[in-house]
């Protein structure tokens, strides 16, 4: 049997696993990402349950990842004094973590390791400044592989046997693949976030990061920086009762990246305890990305026998869980891909099987949990450091946590399927 065709859209973690795990499968690989070179920036992102699962099958992976964390020890809740009424430590324990994770790491350095496994393979070719213009299923039913791909760039139209989308939350794959819209199956949740690098080490070498409330839902936390310097979080939370706070920043991200550092500036400016300062470095920034918090939901993660989703452009889960999903989902498409040879349309069925209790379940997060992290109100945000600063001392907030959302439950609440292959 020939060799399958796999064209991964996205150089993201959810693509450089999907690279990795379909060359493990036996398949011929291309990966286009529109980006004109490897991106190595992006926030914290951590690995969780079944994502420590499938991190302990790439040989040599685990011991990179702890190489190459974020070095923060725990996370300090401070007031406007900079006074600390309670922290969050990693557990220790990989199987059940808390909301500080045993193995928290810069995105761009996550995807960099999964990258180094095929980057030098020749049956895996990465092709940079190249996303899709269309894409003609042969199959006379339009449902049926193979798949003839045209590019946007200049590259030479090129048949596939499948296509996987890893192109985000906002996936214009997906809109290509499904027929629908970039936004269809977006869901807001009127929150949006800021990332970005800070020059100067504003924790002068502390490894505790700080994270501070304001009114109003915002929340701003500085973390120790890759290089000696700092990292810097803003979170927008609406409640809900608030009239929707994205479509603004939809409109600030399309005038550009100036007027988009302005929104955010103008959103916390004022806000108290370090604010101010930190948004002079926000504005200076060489690294600066912000987006909105969204989960994705579609009715289906394939179409034909010619399409797939991966990671958050099939179920982004604005939960801390996105890369969890990304590297389990990658792993389970290439192994059903493999159990199934020469019937791709059973083994997206299978995909979308395995996958979507995980889904559900790591997409769920608690009403409370950003009430919670971001009050509303200075009352709310007085009553909730009393309350923290208890439960921080006891055995209750290990035990909350749980139940706030998916990203916490247990590492073997979800067992994934087990590939003769790999053997």
């Known amino acids: 049997m020939p060799q399958l065709r796999v064209l991964v859209v996205g150089a993201s973690i959810a693509g450089t696993s999907a690279a990795y795990w379909f060359r493990k499968a036996g398949a011929l690989v291309t990966v286009i990402e529109r980006f004109p070179s490897f991106r190595l920036t992006g926030q914290n992102v951590d690995i969780r349950t079944v994502g420590v699962k499938v991190m302990r099958k790439m040989p040599g992976m685990e011991a990179a990842v702890r190489t190459a964390t974020t070095t923060m020890d725990s996370i300090s809740f401070v007031d406007a004094r900079g006074r600390s009424y309670g922290a969050i430590a990693a557990t220790g324990d990989p199987e059940?973590?808390?909301?500080?994770?045993?193995?928290?790491i810069f995105r761009g350095k996550l995807?960099?390791?999964?990258?180094?496994?095929?980057?030098?393979?020749?049956?895996?070719?990465?092709?940079?400044?190249?996303q899709l213009a269309g894409m003609t299923p042969k199959g006379d039913d339009g449902e049926n592989g193979p798949v003839v791909v045209e590019f946007a760039n200049g590259r030479a139209a090129e048949e596939f046997d499948l296509v996987v989308a890893c192109d985000g939350a906002t996936s214009r794959t997906r809109a290509l693949g499904l027929g629908c819209g970039v936004r269809d199956h977006v869901v807001t949740t009127n929150h949006w976030?800021?990332?970005?690098?800070?020059?100067?080490?504003?924790?002068?070498?502390?490894?505790?990061?700080?994270?501070?409330?304001?009114p109003g839902g915002r929340m701003i936390c500085l973390g120790p920086g890759p290089d000696g310097g700092s990292k810097g979080?803003?979170?927008?939370?609406?409640?809900?009762?608030?009239?929707?706070?994205?479509?603004?920043?939809?409109?600030?991200?399309?005038r550009g990246?100036?007027?988009?550092?302005?929104?955010?500036?103008?959103?916390?400016?004022?806000?108290?305890?370090?604010?101010?300062?930190i948004l002079d470095?926000?504005?200076?920034?060489?690294?600066?990305?912000?987006?909105?918090?969204?989960?994705?939901?579609?009715?289906?993660?394939?179409?034909?026998?010619?399409?797939?989703?991966?990671?958050?452009?099939?179920?982004?889960?604005?939960?801390?869980?996105?890369?969890?999903?990304?590297?389990?989902?990658?792993?389970?498409?290439?192994?059903?891909?493999?159990?199934?040879?020469?019937?791709?349309?059973?083994?997206?069925?299978?995909?979308?099987?395995?996958?979507?209790?995980?889904?559900?379940?790591?997409?769920?997060?608690?009403?409370?949990?950003?009430?919670?992290?971001?009050?509303?109100?200075?009352?709310?945000?007085?009553?909730?450091?009393?309350?923290?600063?208890f439960v921080c001392w006891t055995r209750v907030l290990d035990l909350a946590q749980k139940f706030f959302a998916g990203a916490f439950s247990s590492a073997e609440k979800h067992v994934l399927p087990e590939y003769e292959w790999l053997n």
């Open 96 to 104: 059940q973590q808390s909301l500080v994770s045993e193995y928290e």
């Open 193 to 214: 976030a800021a990332y970005f690098d800070i020059e100067k080490d504003l924790l002068e070498g502390g490894k505790v990061g700080l994270s501070y409330s304001a």
């Open 281 to 389: 470095h926000m504005m200076a920034s060489n690294a600066f990305y912000a987006s909105e918090m969204v989960r994705v939901k579609t009715e289906t993660l394939s179409r034909g026998s010619y399409f797939a989703l991966v990671g958050d452009a099939g179920y982004a889960s604005a939960s801390g869980t996105g890369t969890t999903l990304a590297m389990a989902g990658a792993y389970v498409l290439a192994g059903e891909v493999a159990r199934h040879p020469g019937d791709v349309r059973a083994a997206l069925a299978a995909y979308e099987m395995a996958m979507r209790p995980l889904i559900d379940d790591m997409q769920t997060v608690s009403p409370l949990f950003w009430s919670v992290m971001a009050p509303q109100t200075a009352w709310g945000i007085a009553l909730r450091n009393r309350i923290f600063q």
């Open 257 to 277: 990246d100036a007027a988009l550092r302005e929104f955010v500036a103008d959103r916390c400016r004022g806000a108290g305890w370090r604010t101010d300062e």
């Open 233 to 254: 979080v803003l979170f927008s939370v609406a409640a809900s009762s608030t009239p929707d706070l994205t479509g603004p920043f939809r409109a600030a991200q399309q």
């Open 111 to 130: 995807a960099e390791i999964i990258y180094s496994y095929t980057k030098d393979d020749k049956d895996v070719r990465y092709v940079f400044g190249e």
